[in-house]
């Protein structure tokens, strides 16, 4: 049946991006703010993304992070978007996340991915065993689930917290392999259209078809993630959305700086090539006012059939950011007479 996205559950991915003229710590209280205001406009997730070395990205110790959020919310799901598992030993994994559902039972969520999330330098400074590899994935992932298991519990190795805990595991992907990973395991899984769109049809094709009912998931349930800039008018967010192709630029280029500030125009900025490159990286980014980026998402979401949506807003100004999210959380709903918040405090 069709799928309307006013009653589409909609989640936040959260890069922590950092702000050129701005700390990390700033980057640290904005994703406090944000996740307050999502709490209250009625989003189901909110996801940390685990990057390393990267100027423009705040969110590389992502347990902590996700400590932080929690702790500054009530209700809203918290949860990594994902964890790299490559990076890390299972059973780290596994208490991590254990503590963290033990300190808010219910609402953690853990995402695994099988790339490193970063370069491949610093990807052997964070293993240290070079023996390890991205090829280790499944069995990684079947070794996490068992820490996490109640059966667990007459081994020699526990997770102690995490043993028992439910906490709900994801498998994140920008190509085919954790889709059909996920389906064999009967996992839920969600995939990274937002950067990688290229494979986003076939992933979900193959987790569907090859899903087998488990303990964890009864049936298929995919999320995607895409790229949206909503501001009150399609021109504002176009300008909005420089800071975004800016980021995106440096991807291509192979640099890394902090999220910039908006610019007028991207002309003479990137040349025709670089403009092609981030059109076809980025071609899941939902850009304008809320006629248009309903009209956008409404169409991916028939496209798709994902069950649910997740949303990044590469934004510099944090008041745009969260209008952009509050305008994402009503789309498709009625908002005649509904004052419209300034983050100042006050209506306008």
Not at 179 to 198: D, M, N, R
Not at 324 to 348: C, F, I, K, M
């Amino acid at each position: 049946m069709p799928k309307n996205i006013a009653e589409l559950p909609v989640s936040i991915l959260d890069l922590a991006a950092i702000r050129d003229g701005y700390t990390p710590a700033d980057t640290f209280r904005n994703s406090l703010d944000l996740a307050q205001h999502a709490e209250r406009w009625g989003y189901k997730r909110f996801w940390l993304a685990e990057h390393h070395n990267m100027a423009s990205i705040a969110s590389s110790a992502t347990s902590v992070l996700i400590g932080h959020i929690a702790g500054g919310t009530s209700t809203i799901r918290v949860g990594s978007g994902g964890i790299m598992l490559p990076n890390h030993a299972p059973l780290v994994v596994a208490e991590q996340f254990g503590t963290l559902a033990t300190l808010y039972p219910g609402r953690i969520d853990l995402g695994l991915g099988r790339a490193p999330g970063t370069d491949q330098l610093t990807a052997h400074a964070l293993r240290r065993d070079l023996q390890g590899s991205v090829n280790d994935f499944p069995q990684n992932v079947q070794e996490l689930l068992t820490y996490l298991s109640a059966e667990n519990r007459t081994s020699r190795v526990r997770a102690i917290p995490g043993e028992g805990s439910d906490v709900p595991v994801w498998l994140l992907g920008s190509s085919t392999y954790s889709a059909q990973l996920a389906g064999y395991l009967g996992l839920p899984f969600a995939f990274a259209s937002h950067f990688a769109p290229t494979h986003l049809q076939a992933a979900l094709n193959l987790y569907r078809s090859n899903f087998r009912p488990s303990q964890y998931l009864a049936a298929p349930y995919a999320a995607a993630c895409v790229n949206v800039i909503a501001a009150d008018t399609d021109a504002e967010a176009d300008r909005l959305a420089t800071s975004f192709y800016q980021l995106a630029l440096g991807i291509i280029r192979g640099t890394s700086k902090p999220l910039q500030r908006p610019i007028d125009s991207m002309e003479g900025v990137w040349s025709d090539m670089e403009e092609e490159a981030v059109g076809q990286m980025m071609s899941y980014s939902f850009i304008g006012g809320p006629a248009r980026v309903q009209r956008q998402v409404q169409q991916f979401v028939d496209a798709t059939q994902i069950d649910e949506l997740l949303a990044v807003a590469h934004i510099y100004d944090h008041a745009a950011r969260l209008r952009s999210y509050e305008l994402l959380a009503n789309l498709g709903q009625p908002t005649a007479g509904r004052p419209v918040t300034d983050y100042a405090g006050q209506s306008r």
